[in-house]
Every structure is written in structure tokens, then in C-alpha cells.
């Protein structure tokens, strides 16, 4: 389990609706963390969480790519501002 691995997460969170709607009816950190893994991204919800904060670090402006709009729907991610 890594922040490589919930990077490379987002990646193709980032590319794919369909993963995204995976995730739906996903209501708490370890069924998200679970999801992911029978999906093949082993990390944990602290992995997922540092990779967020990591990347929205820097951002300025972000591409319109859904990802960042889905995220705020996970409610369990603490974003810094």
C-alpha cells in the first residue's frame, strides 16, 4: 500500500467516468480502500488522503477532468486549503 499507488489512482480516476461510478455507493474510507484493491490500487484511505492534499498543494487551476468534482463527493477526504 502506497501514495504511489493511490496516485496512480487518481490517474485513471481522472481518465475514466465508469471508475468513478464505481464508487457511488461507497460510504466510508475502508469499503473505498477495498473497492479500490479487489480494482487493483492497493492503498490505504491515509495513502489516498495524502496524495490528495499532495497534489491540490500546488494547483492553481485544475483541468476539467471530473476527478476533483468527484472527490468532493468523498466525504471522508480532508482537503488543506
Do not use: C
Not at 8 to 37: K, M, T, W, Y
Request: hydrophobic share 40%.
Amino acid at each position: 500500500m502506497s501514495i504511489e499507488n493511490a496516485d496512480q489512482f487518481l490517474i485513471a480516476a481522472a481518465r475514466s467516468e465508469s471508475l468513478r461510478e464505481q464508487f457511488q455507493n461507497v460510504h466510508n474510507p475502508a469499503e473505498f480502500a477495498a473497492l479500490a484493491g479487489t480494482l487493483g490500487y492497493e492503498f490505504t484511505p491515509d495513502d489516498l488522503k495524502a496524495a490528495v492534499t499532495e497534489h491540490s498543494r500546488s494547483a492553481t487551476q485544475r483541468r476539467h477532468t471530473g476527478v476533483w468534482e468527484w472527490l468532493r463527493t468523498v466525504p471522508w477526504i480532508e482537503r488543506e486549503p
